[in-house]
């Protein structure tokens, strides 16, 4: 079956503005949760989105933010982009929440920040 | 609170050699579940395996092996044999469940691996 997909790849943004980041999950799956990857921070958890629902959130300002589609569909969304949101996002998908179910990860979206 | 430990920034070795990376946990919670994922270059963290706190039989798959000690805390991975397509970034993780918001990994900082052939 599909894996995880992440939409786009590979994203060049000029600070100031906004960018929007996409991730279908496995199908059947409800739970999709974002994480953050910088070589200064390591791997840091955003937010979990399970059946439309916002579940869970990470220590992340206010310009992160997220939405679940009807169809298990996840966006994220960082406004007002800052040299310091350059970074590889990544998006899990899990049946359940990611720990109690495995969780399978994407490619992930490279967002440079120029 | 919830840490992953990783010492090993980098490790090298030589084709065929075993190489153990470590892991050591934190958590108060008495369900949890430890995982292992392999990063490539190309950036997707593969799923390696899971492990739930009330499991500590360690597990083969393969030229893989896992050792869970809870009296350690520790859930350290073992590649016997090692090959070139080994070399990667691995990253410990920790998740444990919060009632009524779910579970979050915690990762370790990854030990990266290099196979010398």
């Known amino acids: 079956k599909a894996g995880v997909t992440q939409t786009p790849r590979y994203l060049i943004k000029t600070r100031g503005q906004q960018v929007t980041l996409s991730c279908s999950p496995i199908?059947?799956?409800?739970?999709v949760s974002w994480y953050q990857q910088t070589p200064g921070q390591g791997l840091q958890f955003l937010f979990e989105y399970f059946s439309e629902t916002q579940r869970n959130k990470g220590n992340f300002p206010g310009r992160f933010s997220g939405r679940q589609f009807s169809n298990s569909r996840s966006e994220m969304n960082v406004s007002t982009l800052e040299l310091g949101d350059s970074a590889l996002y990544l998006c899990?998908?899990?049946?359940?929440?990611?720990?109690?179910?495995?969780?399978?990860f994407g490619q992930g979206t490279r967002l440079t920040v120029v | 609170a919830q840490k992953v430990t990783q010492a090993q920034t980098e490790i090298s070795v030589v084709e065929k050699e075993d190489v153990t990376l470590d892991c050591v946990y934190e958590t108060r919670d008495t369900t949890y579940y430890l995982f292992w994922y392999k990063q490539p270059p190309s950036g997707e963290l593969v799923f390696l395996i899971r492990?739930?706190?009330?499991?500590?039989q360690n597990e083969i798959s393969g030229r893989y092996s896992w050792n869970f000690q809870k009296s350690t805390s520790s859930f350290n991975f073992t590649i016997t044999a090692s090959q070139v397509v080994d070399s990667a970034v691995y990253f410990c993780a920790l998740s444990a469940y919060i009632v009524g918001t779910g579970n979050q990994f915690y990762f370790g900082t990854g030990t990266s691996l290099t196979v010398i052939p």
């Open positions: 899990a998908s899990s049946l359940d929440s990611p720990g109690a179910s495995e969780a399978f």
């Open positions: 199908s059947g799956h409800r739970s």
């Open positions: 492990r739930n706190s009330f499991d500590e």
